[in-house]
């Protein structure tokens, strides 16, 4: 039987916790980040509130653990 491959792009967006959680990182910090070289659509406290991990919802959580190989 050969081995299961986990998926490439979710190994790279969640991250398991020590008790089997899924988190992943805030939606909208990826462009518009307020910084002196770039132009600029979104403030810095915006910016500082999306950063950190969050949990994955519930509905989500089932699909995300079988692409880890869970």
């Not at 659509?41 to 959580?61: L, W």
């Amino acid at each position: 039987m050969p081995k299961n491959k986990t998926h490439s792009g979710a190994k790279k967006r969640f991250k398991v916790t020590g008790t089997g959680k899924l988190r992943r990182l805030q939606t909208g910090r990826k462009s518009g980040a307020a910084f002196a070289s770039a132009p600029t659509t979104g403030s810095r406290k915006k910016h500082r509130q999306k950063s950190g991990y969050v949990e994955v919802s519930k509905a989500d959580t089932k699909a995300a653990k079988r692409l880890l190989g869970r």
